[in-house]
């Protein structure tokens, strides 16, 4: 297998079935553009926090209406116009998109915001504070945009795949599927590879046969795929940009 | 939302990227390699006892454009039953929905990595010719791989040789006898193939790939494209093994011609240019002088022109001898 083999042609569109934020963040229908921005900031909101944090060395509280009213922004100055991701990654866009915000319209933002401007993403900013301390960040990262870059997208990667989690923690409550989320959480999420338990200890454990260990671990990691896959998709305008972006999700690139 | 570590996020990542076995004949030992639409895997077949290879698509997608191409790959090879081709041995569809189909596992070495500890010429050249042979059978089954490079030729450790990676292969015409394909399936195939390489697509590695393929000139391909790659893979054989035969050279040369006109109108004729030379024979693409052939020709029977000479001197000193 290659990796330079060249293949032409037009990259695919996104069937129309398919809803992506990046699409619905251009409507002109207001609940459309409000409901692409929970969703964008959903997975990119942690991501930017901790780049206001250790690119810009904001306080806590800066930080914060910083990343309140970068987002506002992104729907109310169609931010996401401009984007295209035939040029850049969409990470790299809102950390440009970031830059911009903070050089040139932060005073005027926070004017507004002073005055009553809206906000409408609720942010757990606590739990952000605690993981920039859990998460062993060099100062280093802050050094070139590049690192920053690497930075951003190893947070978005965290930000996509906690949220996969979180769904799919309602998926298998719903479905009467605890044990196996149970089981998932303790050896696929489990913090320090030193700390994670064997099949057999898990199957004692949970008091179950190790085969059923198995099977319930590929029944979650299957569904763990999926609906990772499916939140990235909302995030993508283009099946040609979801393949990509797919690849370095899941670490699958061309060698 | 739980705060995911590096570790668990690289479990989930490792985790995610395997394909889905479950409800398959097939067990995944490691991943081989990965390309433009999806990773390869050694695996156990369960039944046969036995390990192959899988081809896997790496993700879903709408289209279902590159679940055709990988079925349609799996085809082309199904029809190509030859010693130097890698035979598929099953297709199907993952319960997550990608699409796989089974092959050899090839244990060998790519070409560009073994010609290393290959020195003498006539080897790799000998490794060359099977190459001509398996690339013209496919030829005769209507079948154009497009993308002979040595990265995509296997030599095994017994010296077979295999030519891998037909994924962008076009079908060109149906073969005299049919293979097991039907032929609605065949023609479904070829509609395919029309469709995903139209005029102006371009298929192919640089530095390998014919003029007119780089030019996107799909209609106008033919089996001198796949000729001009071998020219470039000969070439590529000759760095590193000393001054290089005129007569190879020029096989080399005559395929590599910029107009397809010039070349070998096969890799068969190809082929055969090659067995002539290694047989100490005149080669199509070299034209010899006189003084040339009768170089050729005492380097061919050196042995048998010794021995006549050591017996006419013999026969003179004897004879001068007995006069005296």
């Known amino acids: ?255 | 939302m739980n705060w995911l570590s590096d570790d668990a996020i690289s479990r989930l990542q490792a985790a995610s990227a395997l394909p889905d076995l479950a409800g398959t004949r097939y067990r995944i030992i490691h991943r081989i390699g990965s390309g433009g639409m999806g990773a390869v895997y050694l695996a156990e077949d369960a039944v046969l006892e036995r390990r192959v290879a899988l081809k896997i698509l790496d993700l879903p997608e709408d289209s279902g454009e590159l679940a055709t191409r990988l079925l349609r790959e799996a085809q082309i090879l199904a029809r190509l039953e030859h010693p130097g081709i890698v035979p598929v041995h099953d297709a199907g569809t993952l319960s997550d929905g990608r699409v796989f189909y089974a092959m050899k596992f090839v244990e060998g070495q790519r070409l560009d990595r073994l010609i290393v500890s290959v020195g003498a010429l006539s080897d790799r050249l000998r490794v060359f010719q099977r190459i001509c042979d398996a690339v013209a059978f496919a030829h005769a089954r209507g079948i154009l791989h497009r993308d002979l490079k040595p990265d995509n030729i296997m030599v095994g450790p017994f010296g077979e040789v295999l030519v891998m990676d037909w994924g962008i292969a076009k079908i060109l015409h149906q073969p005299a006898a049919p293979a097991a394909i039907s032929g609605d399936e065949a023609r479904d195939a070829i509609s395919r193939d029309t469709l995903k390489t139209g005029h102006g697509t371009i298929l192919g590695t640089p530095g390998y790939m014919a003029p007119e393929q780089a030019r996107g000139e799909v209609e106008n391909l033919d089996e001198r494209a796949d000729v001009y790659s071998l020219g470039a893979i000969l070439q590529f054989l000759l760095i590193g093994c000393g001054a290089t035969p005129r007569p190879v050279a020029a096989i080399a040369l005559k395929a590599m011609a910029e107009d397809p006109a010039g070349r070998y109108a096969s890799a068969s004729e190809m082929g055969q240019d090659i067995a002539r030379f290694l047989d100490g024979l005149p080669v199509s693409a070299y034209p010899e002088t006189i003084l040339r052939k009768a170089v050729r020709w005492g380097s061919r029977y050196q042995l048998a022109i010794v021995l006549v000479l050591t017996y006419l001197v013999l026969r003179i000193v004897l004879l001068m001898w007995f006069r005296r």
């Open chain 1, 1 to 255: 297998m290659t990796g330079d083999t060249k293949i032409g042609g037009r990259g695919g569109q996104f069937p129309a079935t398919r809803w992506s934020a990046i699409l619905a963040a251009r409507s002109k229908d207001p609940a459309e553009r409000s409901r692409a921005l929970e969703t964008i900031a959903a997975a990119y909101w942690k991501p930017i926090y901790k780049y206001f944090r250790l690119r810009w060395g904001k306080s806590n509280e800066d930080a914060k209406d910083l990343t309140q009213e970068f987002f506002t922004r992104i729907i109310e100055k169609d931010y996401l116009d401009g984007f295209d991701p035939a040029k850049a990654r969409l990470r790299t866009f809102l950390r440009l998109c970031a830059d911009r915000f903070l050089a040139n319209e932060f005073k005027a933002a926070k004017r507004l915001k002073r005055g009553g401007g809206a906000q409408h993403v609720s942010l757990d900013f606590e739990a952000a504070e605690a993981e920039l301390g859990r998460g062993r960040v060099s100062l280093s990262v802050a050094a070139s945009p590049q690192a920053m870059d690497d930075f951003l997208e190893k947070e978005f990667v965290r930000s996509l795949f906690g949220l996969a989690v979180d769904k799919l923690r309602e998926f298998c409550s719903r479905r009467g599927k605890q044990v196996q989320f149970q089981l998932f959480e303790a050896y696929d999420l489990v913090e320090e590879e030193s700390e994670r338990a064997g099949y057999a200890e898990l199957a004692r454990r949970f008091g179950i046969a190790t085969t059923d260990v198995t099977n319930y671990l590929a029944f979650t990691r299957h569904e763990f795929r999926r609906i990772a896959l499916e939140k990235l998709r909302e995030m993508t305008a283009s099946d040609a940009e979801f393949r990509r972006e797919a690849r370095a999700l899941l670490g699958v690139e061309a060698e």
